[in-house]
C-alpha cells in the first residue's frame, strides 16, 4: 500500500512538473475547486448507486484533486500531502481519547460529547461553534449540519413531537404570509424545520431528498416512454389521465 500511494505522489509530482502535464501544470487550488464539488457529488452518485466498483473509481479520482491541492500547497512552500495525512491522524488520535487514551464512552451520546468538548478546546475562545461549518454547503445539508453543532451543546428540542408541532406553526406562518418576501421567510423556516426533523430521525436530507428526485426521474421518464409507445402527447392529455400514466409507472419502475 505504501508503495502505491509513493507512485501516485510521484505521478502527481510528474504531472505538475515543467516537462509534465500542460493542463495540469497550469491549474491553481482556484481552478480546481469546481472539479472538487464535481467529484464529491460524483462519490455521492456511485454510493447512492450501491455501486462498488463505480465507487472506488469516484473515490480515485476524488483522490486526484486532494493530491493535485496538496501539490500545489507544496510548490508554494505552504504544506505538503505528508503534512495533511499527519495532521489528520493527529486529530483523530485526539479526538477519540476513549480509544487511543484512557478516557471511557461507551455510548455514542458519550462520544459525540466529548467530541464537541475536544473540537471547543481546538477552537480559539473568540470562534463561533458554527464558524467551522462551510458555508459553500447545499442549504439543506449546512442546516442539518449546524443544527447537529448546537445540538451537542443541549440547544436542541426535547423530542420529535414537539418539532412536528412546529412543523405544523410553520405551515400555518406560510398561509398567512403577506407578501411574497415574508413567504420566502416562512417557507427558510419550513425547511429548517424539516431539516431538524430529519435529523433527530437519523435521516441525512440531501440524500433523502436526491433519492425523491431519482425516483420522481425514473418515473416521469417511464409516462414519456408510455405516451412514446402509445403515440400519444402527454403535454394536452388532461390530468387526470397524466395521473393514472403516473400510478403505472410507480407500479413499474417503483
Same mark, same amino acid.
Given at each position: ?13 510528474? /504531472? ?6 500542460? #493542463? ?35 473515490? *480515485? ?11 500545489? @500547497?507544496? $510548490?508554494? *512552500? ?8 499527519? *495532521? ?15 478516557? +471511557?464512552? +461507551? &455510548? ?6 466529548? #467530541?464537541? @468538548? ?6 480559539? &475562545? ?12 447545499? @442549504? ?11 445540538? *451537542?451543546?443541549?440547544?436542541? #428540542? ?11 406553526? $410553520?405551515?400555518?406562518?406560510?398561509? +398567512? ?8 421567510? $416562512? ?18 436530507? $440531501? ?31 388532461? /390530468?387526470? &389521465?397524466?395521473? +393514472?400514466? #403516473? ?8
Amino acid at each position: 500500500m505504501a508503495e502505491a500511494f509513493l507512485r501516485l505522489k510521484q505521478i502527481i509530482s510528474k /504531472l505538475r512538473s515543467p516537462d509534465g502535464c500542460p #493542463w495540469d501544470r497550469k491549474q491553481t487550488q482556484a481552478s480546481l475547486k469546481p472539479y472538487l464539488v464535481e467529484e464529491c457529488y460524483e462519490v455521492l452518485q456511485a454510493l447512492d448507486d450501491g455501486n462498488p466498483q463505480k465507487l472506488q473509481e469516484e473515490l *480515485g479520482d476524488l483522490l486526484l484533486q486532494i493530491m493535485l491541492h496538496a501539490q500545489i @500547497a507544496s $510548490e508554494n *512552500g505552504q504544506f505538503n500531502i505528508d503534512d495533511v495525512i499527519s *495532521g489528520i491522524s493527529d486529530k483523530l488520535v485526539h479526538r477519540h481519547p476513549h480509544v487511543f487514551g484512557d478516557k +471511557k464512552a +461507551k &455510548e455514542i451520546k458519550e462520544v459525540e460529547l466529548n #467530541w464537541e @468538548a475536544l473540537k471547543k478546546e481546538e477552537r480559539q &475562545e473568540s470562534h463561533s461553534l458554527l464558524s467551522s461549518v462551510p458555508r459553500e454547503m447545499p @442549504a439543506l445539508s449546512y442546516s442539518q449540519s449546524i443544527q447537529r453543532r448546537v445540538a *451537542g451543546v443541549g440547544f436542541d #428540542w426535547e423530542n420529535v413531537d414537539d418539532i412536528l408541532d412546529k412543523l405544523a406553526e $410553520e405551515i400555518q406562518e406560510i398561509r +398567512k404570509a403577506n407578501d411574497h418576501r415574508e413567504m420566502v421567510d $416562512e417557507f427558510g423556516d419550513l425547511l429548517f424545520t424539516l431539516a431538524n426533523i430529519a435529523r433527530r430521525l437519523d435521516i441525512d436530507l $440531501e440524500t433523502a431528498l436526491r433519492s425523491a428526485n431519482q425516483r420522481f426521474n425514473r418515473r416521469f421518464s417511464y409516462m414519456e416512454k408510455l405516451c412514446r409507445e402509445r403515440n400519444i402527447d402527454l403535454s394536452i392529455l388532461p /390530468l387526470d &389521465e397524466q395521473d +393514472k400514466l #403516473w400510478e403505472e409507472a410507480k407500479k413499474k419502475v417503483g
